[in-house]
């Protein structure tokens, strides 16, 4: 079926240094999502988008924390500056209307 | 607030047992529920949702799943495992139909012996 695809697979980044994680959702979609999962713990919502703009976003989705998807290209999650509680695994979701999510396989990000 | 509660972290059953895994849910309207399930280093691929109608929906790899509002519960059920069963189950609610965040429970990672 049709994928969520997540550019890199892994990041391992300095502290305070900046970090873009891309997603490719599928074509067809119109609302995006950043899930951010610590290990061995529960995936959390961080923010959805949808047409241009953010709809909602946590208190997980900190200020130095950032979305957008220009011109229907890459939707990317952006961290400046990065922080060590921002290692985790970070999935992006993308959906038409119903729901019916698709994940990717998420982004390892390791700040050091 | 909403909240999705797993209360088993880790599962064990024995190749063709019968499978229960449990998921309370606190939401005071009509929840959307979801099963997903995630293998190492993959992202998750849903397993069955319920929205309405039929409290028991079927879903892929013959899980099923009962949706019961007395009892704030959605537990999955599977009557034959299989070692490739092997997984991190999580579920899920939403608030909203057609979007909306999901709500997920902190997951229950199942093994099978042989």
């Known amino acids: 079926g049709p994928k969520v695809l997540q550019i890199p697979s892994h990041q391992i980044i300095d502290m305070g240094q900046m970090v873009t994680l891309n997603c490719d959702p599928v074509?067809?979609?119109?609302?995006f999502y950043w899930y951010k999962q610590i290990l061995g713990q529960q995936m959390e919502f961080l923010v959805n988008?949808?047409?241009?703009?953010?709809?909602?976003k946590s208190k997980l989705f900190k200020d130095q924390f950032s979305v957008e998807r220009p011109d229907g290209s890459y939707f990317t999650l952006k961290i400046q500056p990065t922080a060590l509680e921002d290692s985790a695994v970070y999935f992006c979701?993308?959906?038409?209307?119903?729901?019916?999510?698709?994940f990717g396989s998420g982004t390892r990000l390791l700040v050091i | 607030a909403q909240s999705v509660t797993q209360p088993d972290a880790r599962v064990t059953v024995s190749e063709g047992a019968s499978l229960q895994l449990r998921c309370k849910y606190s939401?005071?309207?009509?929840?959307?529920l979801f099963w997903y399930v995630q293998y190492p280093r993959q992202g998750l691929q849903l397993l069955l949702k319920?929205?309405?109608?039929?409290?028991v929906v079927q879903g892929v790899n013959s899980f099923e799943a009962e949706f019961s509002k007395s009892n704030s519960s959605f537990h999955l059920q599977k009557a034959s495992v299989h070692w490739s069963d092997s997984a991190v189950y999580f579920c899920?609610?939403?608030?909203?139909?057609?979007?909306?965040?999901?709500?997920f429970g902190q997951g229950t990672k199942l093994s099978i012996k042989p």
């Open positions: 979701a993308s959906s038409f209307r119903n729901s019916d999510y698709t």
């Open positions: 074509s067809n979609h119109l609302y």
């Open positions: 988008f949808y047409n241009g703009k953010v709809m909602e």
């Open positions: 939401y005071s309207a009509t929840p959307y």
């Open positions: 319920y929205y309405s109608g039929d409290p």
């Open positions: 899920a609610l939403s608030m909203n139909y057609n979007q909306g965040k999901l709500i």
